[in-house]
């Protein structure tokens, strides 16, 4: 099993064409290095298919899903100077399902209107 301690989101959308080395540079140009068992997820610019690069500390693995109907809830209105963002696993099971892993908080809660 691939142990992954971290998870990163790369907000920038990604051409879905690029294979592990490509989106090893992209992840050493926006992050400064690819740390051992951290993961870097990726999208394409229509949200509808994600890459996730893992470093295991010998090399990388790459991963691709695709949704068949609807989009993966990406985050969209982030700020150049904004830190990059971490993903919990809940969020990260929840992404790769489709669903809205921003909202799981609110979702954990039933309240009365």
């Excluded at 998870?7 to 989106?23: K, S």
């Excluded at 068992?37 to 500390?57: C, E, M, P, Q, W």
């Excluded at 985050?75 to 489709?98: C, H, I, K, W």
């Amino acid at each position: 099993m691939i142990r992954i301690d971290s998870l990163w989101l790369a907000v920038e959308p990604m051409d879905m064409r690029a294979g592990a080395e490509r989106l090893l540079a992209s992840v050493v140009q926006v992050f400064g290095r690819a740390q051992a068992h951290h993961g870097y997820l990726f999208s394409n610019a229509r949200t509808t298919r994600i890459k996730l690069l893992v470093h295991d500390g010998f090399g990388v693995w790459c991963a691709a899903r695709r949704l068949n109907a609807g989009r993966f809830d990406w985050p969209r209105e982030v700020s150049a100077g904004t830190a990059p963002m971490t993903l919990t696993q809940q969020q990260f099971d929840a992404l790769v399902l489709g669903l809205p892993w921003q909202r799981l908080a609110q979702m954990q809660v039933i309240t009365r209107m």
